[in-house]
Protein backbone atom coordinates (compact mmCIF):
# COMPACT_ATOMS: atom_id res chain seq x y z
CA UNK A 1 0.00 0.00 0.00
CA UNK A 2 1.48 3.36 -0.87
CA UNK A 3 -0.81 4.84 1.88
CA UNK A 4 -0.92 9.19 1.50
CA UNK A 5 0.63 10.25 -1.98
CA UNK A 6 1.14 14.15 -2.66
CA UNK A 7 2.37 15.69 -5.95
CA UNK A 8 4.20 17.61 -6.66
CA UNK A 9 6.88 17.84 -4.48
CA UNK A 10 7.99 20.95 -5.01
CA UNK A 11 6.53 23.99 -6.31
CA UNK A 12 7.32 27.68 -7.13
CA UNK A 13 4.27 29.55 -8.72
CA UNK A 14 4.34 33.38 -9.61
CA UNK A 15 1.81 35.81 -7.68
CA UNK A 16 -1.82 35.10 -9.26
CA UNK A 17 -1.03 32.23 -10.98
CA UNK A 18 -3.16 29.43 -9.84
CA UNK A 19 -2.32 25.46 -9.17
CA UNK A 20 -4.10 22.31 -7.69
CA UNK A 21 -2.08 19.69 -4.68
CA UNK A 22 -2.96 16.41 -5.65
CA UNK A 23 -3.80 13.92 -2.93
CA UNK A 24 -4.36 10.32 -2.92
CA UNK A 25 -5.16 7.55 -0.35
CA UNK A 26 -5.16 4.03 -1.05
CA UNK A 27 -6.78 2.85 2.90
CA UNK A 28 -10.36 3.55 1.94
CA UNK A 29 -10.38 6.09 4.40
CA UNK A 30 -12.99 8.58 4.94
CA UNK A 31 -11.76 11.53 6.14
CA UNK A 32 -9.47 13.52 4.81
CA UNK A 33 -7.46 16.74 5.63
CA UNK A 34 -5.65 19.25 4.06
CA UNK A 35 -2.87 21.32 6.67
CA UNK A 36 -0.51 24.02 5.70
CA UNK A 37 2.84 24.39 8.28
CA UNK A 38 4.49 27.73 8.24
CA UNK A 39 8.03 27.98 9.99
CA UNK A 40 7.53 27.66 13.93
CA UNK A 41 3.97 27.29 13.87
CA UNK A 42 1.51 24.11 14.36
CA UNK A 43 0.09 22.33 11.62
CA UNK A 44 -3.06 24.41 10.29
CA UNK A 45 -6.01 22.85 9.09
CA UNK A 46 -7.26 24.39 5.62
CA UNK A 47 -10.20 22.09 4.73
CA UNK A 48 -11.54 18.50 5.74
CA UNK A 49 -13.63 15.75 4.50
CA UNK A 50 -15.60 13.39 6.00
CA UNK A 51 -16.43 10.95 3.23
CA UNK A 52 -17.16 11.63 -0.93
CA UNK A 53 -19.20 14.91 -1.47
CA UNK A 54 -18.53 16.46 1.61
CA UNK A 55 -15.90 18.97 2.48
CA UNK A 56 -15.97 21.67 5.49
CA UNK A 57 -13.49 24.70 5.90
CA UNK A 58 -10.57 24.66 8.61
CA UNK A 59 -9.28 27.46 10.16
CA UNK A 60 -7.64 29.21 7.70
CA UNK A 61 -9.58 28.42 4.03
CA UNK A 62 -8.96 31.84 2.80
CA UNK A 63 -7.69 31.66 -0.84
CA UNK A 64 -8.04 27.71 -1.21
CA UNK A 65 -10.98 25.51 -2.56
CA UNK A 66 -11.20 21.56 -2.11
CA UNK A 67 -13.77 19.20 -3.67
CA UNK A 68 -13.92 15.36 -2.85
CA UNK A 69 -15.45 13.34 -5.66
CA UNK A 70 -14.33 9.84 -4.81
CA UNK A 71 -13.01 8.47 -1.34
CA UNK A 72 -9.60 8.14 -2.54
CA UNK A 73 -8.84 11.70 -3.95
CA UNK A 74 -9.06 15.10 -2.06
CA UNK A 75 -7.25 17.49 -4.13
CA UNK A 76 -6.61 21.14 -3.02
CA UNK A 77 -6.83 23.99 -5.31
CA UNK A 78 -4.91 27.60 -4.92
CA UNK A 79 -6.54 30.06 -6.89
CA UNK A 80 -4.78 33.89 -7.72
CA UNK A 81 -1.74 32.65 -5.94
CA UNK A 82 -0.04 35.20 -2.93
CA UNK A 83 3.03 35.22 -1.06
CA UNK A 84 1.43 34.59 1.85
CA UNK A 85 0.41 30.89 0.94
CA UNK A 86 4.26 29.89 0.68
CA UNK A 87 4.16 27.22 2.92
CA UNK A 88 4.75 22.94 3.21
CA UNK A 89 1.44 21.81 2.51
CA UNK A 90 0.23 18.24 4.04
CA UNK A 91 -2.95 15.77 3.18
CA UNK A 92 -3.61 13.47 5.87
CA UNK A 93 -6.12 10.89 5.76
CA UNK A 94 -8.06 8.33 8.94
CA UNK A 95 -10.55 5.77 9.03
CA UNK A 96 -12.71 8.04 11.35
CA UNK A 97 -12.56 11.23 12.63
CA UNK A 98 -10.34 11.04 16.31
CA UNK A 99 -8.72 8.31 14.92
CA UNK A 100 -4.83 8.28 13.84
CA UNK A 101 -4.29 10.38 10.88
CA UNK A 102 -1.63 9.09 7.87
CA UNK A 103 0.33 11.84 6.60
CA UNK A 104 1.41 12.48 2.59
CA UNK A 105 5.17 13.40 2.20
CA UNK A 106 4.37 17.24 1.67
CA UNK A 107 4.44 19.92 -0.98
CA UNK A 108 6.50 22.99 -0.71
CA UNK A 109 4.98 25.58 -1.97
CA UNK A 110 6.74 29.03 -2.85
CA UNK A 111 4.45 32.03 -4.33
CA UNK A 112 7.29 34.51 -5.39
CA UNK B 1 -3.35 32.17 21.54
CA UNK B 2 -2.29 28.30 20.75
CA UNK B 3 -4.77 25.86 23.24
CA UNK B 4 -2.03 23.33 23.12
CA UNK B 5 1.41 24.23 24.87
CA UNK B 6 4.74 22.33 24.73
CA UNK B 7 7.62 22.55 26.37
CA UNK B 8 10.73 22.63 25.50
CA UNK B 9 10.34 24.16 22.33
CA UNK B 10 14.36 22.54 21.59
CA UNK B 11 16.13 19.95 23.66
CA UNK B 12 19.69 18.79 22.91
CA UNK B 13 20.59 15.18 24.67
CA UNK B 14 23.61 12.97 24.80
CA UNK B 15 23.17 9.61 22.82
CA UNK B 16 21.63 7.27 25.91
CA UNK B 17 19.65 9.99 28.09
CA UNK B 18 16.20 9.84 29.45
CA UNK B 19 13.87 12.53 27.24
CA UNK B 20 11.04 14.06 28.35
CA UNK B 21 8.59 16.11 26.19
CA UNK B 22 5.71 17.75 27.50
CA UNK B 23 2.30 18.68 26.18
CA UNK B 24 0.07 20.87 28.25
CA UNK B 25 -4.00 21.81 26.70
CA UNK B 26 -6.82 23.79 27.92
CA UNK B 27 -9.97 22.12 27.98
CA UNK B 28 -11.50 18.75 28.20
CA UNK B 29 -10.43 16.76 25.41
CA UNK B 30 -11.56 13.80 23.56
CA UNK B 31 -8.06 12.48 22.36
CA UNK B 32 -4.24 13.58 22.69
CA UNK B 33 -1.66 12.88 19.80
CA UNK B 34 1.63 12.41 19.43
CA UNK B 35 3.64 12.83 16.41
CA UNK B 36 7.35 12.83 14.69
CA UNK B 37 8.08 14.79 12.16
CA UNK B 38 11.69 13.50 10.53
CA UNK B 39 14.54 15.84 9.60
CA UNK B 40 13.44 15.21 5.90
CA UNK B 41 9.87 16.78 6.68
CA UNK B 42 7.94 13.63 6.57
CA UNK B 43 5.12 13.03 9.59
CA UNK B 44 4.45 9.95 11.16
CA UNK B 45 1.79 9.30 14.45
CA UNK B 46 3.24 8.23 17.34
CA UNK B 47 0.59 7.45 19.54
CA UNK B 48 -2.92 8.26 20.38
CA UNK B 49 -4.38 8.24 23.69
CA UNK B 50 -7.76 9.34 25.99
CA UNK B 51 -5.98 7.99 29.23
CA UNK B 52 -3.07 6.35 31.56
CA UNK B 53 -0.71 5.31 29.59
CA UNK B 54 0.91 3.65 25.87
CA UNK B 55 4.30 2.34 25.24
CA UNK B 56 6.11 1.44 21.86
CA UNK B 57 9.73 0.10 21.84
CA UNK B 58 11.41 3.35 23.44
CA UNK B 59 8.88 5.54 23.48
CA UNK B 60 6.30 5.99 26.68
CA UNK B 61 3.32 8.18 26.53
CA UNK B 62 1.56 9.17 29.56
CA UNK B 63 -1.52 11.71 30.03
CA UNK B 64 -3.07 12.63 33.12
CA UNK B 65 -6.86 14.15 32.41
CA UNK B 66 -7.08 15.72 35.26
CA UNK B 67 -3.92 18.18 35.30
CA UNK B 68 -4.67 18.76 31.15
CA UNK B 69 -1.06 17.76 31.04
CA UNK B 70 0.56 14.74 28.70
CA UNK B 71 4.50 13.78 28.73
CA UNK B 72 6.08 11.90 25.94
CA UNK B 73 9.58 9.71 27.12
CA UNK B 74 12.27 8.43 25.17
CA UNK B 75 14.11 5.88 26.76
CA UNK B 76 18.18 5.46 26.22
CA UNK B 77 17.91 7.97 23.72
CA UNK B 78 19.75 7.96 20.16
CA UNK B 79 20.67 10.19 17.39
CA UNK B 80 17.86 8.46 15.23
CA UNK B 81 15.57 10.21 17.46
CA UNK B 82 16.57 13.55 16.27
CA UNK B 83 13.29 15.05 15.11
CA UNK B 84 10.39 17.38 16.26
CA UNK B 85 7.68 16.07 18.14
CA UNK B 86 4.23 17.59 17.74
CA UNK B 87 1.32 17.18 20.17
CA UNK B 88 -2.06 17.76 18.71
CA UNK B 89 -5.59 17.25 20.73
CA UNK B 90 -8.63 16.80 19.53
CA UNK B 91 -11.76 18.04 21.25
CA UNK B 92 -15.40 16.92 20.06
CA UNK B 93 -15.09 17.38 17.09
CA UNK B 94 -13.03 15.88 13.93
CA UNK B 95 -10.76 18.73 13.74
CA UNK B 96 -7.06 18.24 15.58
CA UNK B 97 -5.29 21.19 17.30
CA UNK B 98 -1.63 21.17 16.69
CA UNK B 99 1.54 22.38 19.24
CA UNK B 100 4.50 24.13 17.71
CA UNK B 101 6.66 20.92 18.64
CA UNK B 102 9.52 20.56 20.40
CA UNK B 103 12.74 20.19 18.40
CA UNK B 104 15.49 17.27 19.77
CA UNK B 105 18.59 16.76 18.70
CA UNK B 106 20.31 13.85 20.48
CA UNK B 107 24.21 13.72 19.89
CA UNK B 108 26.47 10.85 19.70
Known amino acids: NAGVTQTPKFRILKIGQSMTLQCTQD?????MYWYRQDPGMGLKLIYY???????DKGEVPNGYNVSRSTTEDFPLRLELAAPSQTSVYFC???????????FGAGTRLSVL | KNEVEQSPQNLTAQEGEFITINCSYS?????LHWLQQHPGGGIVSLFM???GKKKHGRLIATINIQEKHSSLHITASHPRDSAVYIC??????????FGTGTRLQVFP
Open chain 2, 88 to 97: AVGYNTDKLI
Open chain 1, 49 to 55: SVGAGIT
Open chain 2, 27 to 31: VGISA
Open chain 1, 92 to 102: ASSSVGHSIQY
Open chain 1, 27 to 31: MNHNY
Open chain 2, 49 to 51: LSS
